[in-house]
């Protein structure tokens, strides 16, 4: 499994994720260590959809494991109801998908292979502190 020990910092006034009943909701989250963003810049065109994996993943893994803090003894994440990946991508750029794969890909992992229902891969003209990847996923608690 991976996993990162340290809780995502919240750069804003705001929780890193909330509970409501067996539900977690994340806040958006980037490709940030210790609260330092570790990637940023626009996915281009240009670039090979691999530069992008390690920025994804790690953006996914601070969802999961900002969601993660929200379980109790003995809980577990059982299924991801919604993932949205926010991408910070050149006008022209069309793989989104593709891109989000690299996030389907760790929550599998993680989660096992049925573990995601619905996903969006959004392109946006911009992210927080120039991120090329924000995260947020909603998740069922068993």
Do not use: W
């Not at 909330?18 to 996915?43: C, E, Q, W």
């Not at 994804?56 to 919604?82: D, S």
């Not at 096992?112 to 120039?130: E, K, Q, T």
């Amino acid at each position: 499994m991976n996993k990162i020990t340290e809780q995502p910092i919240p750069q804003g006034k705001y929780l890193p994720a909330v509970r409501h009943a067996d539900l977690i909701f994340t806040s958006g989250m980037t490709p940030r260590k210790a609260g330092n963003l570790m990637y940023s810049g626009k996915i281009r065109v240009a670039d090979s959809i691999e530069s992008h994996r390690d920025a994804v993943r790690l953006a996914t893994l601070n969802a999961l494991t900002a969601a993660q803090a929200c379980l109790r003894e003995g809980e577990k994440i059982a299924f991801i109801l919604q993932l949205n990946v926010f991408l910070n991508a050149e006008e022209n750029f069309t793989a989104h998908a593709k891109v989000a794969d690299f996030a389907s890909e760790l929550l599998i992992e993680n989660l096992g292979s049925d573990c995601i229902g619905s996903r969006a891969a959004i392109g946006v003209s911009s992210l927080p502190s120039n991120s090329p990847v924000e995260i947020t996923i909603t998740c069922k608690v068993e």
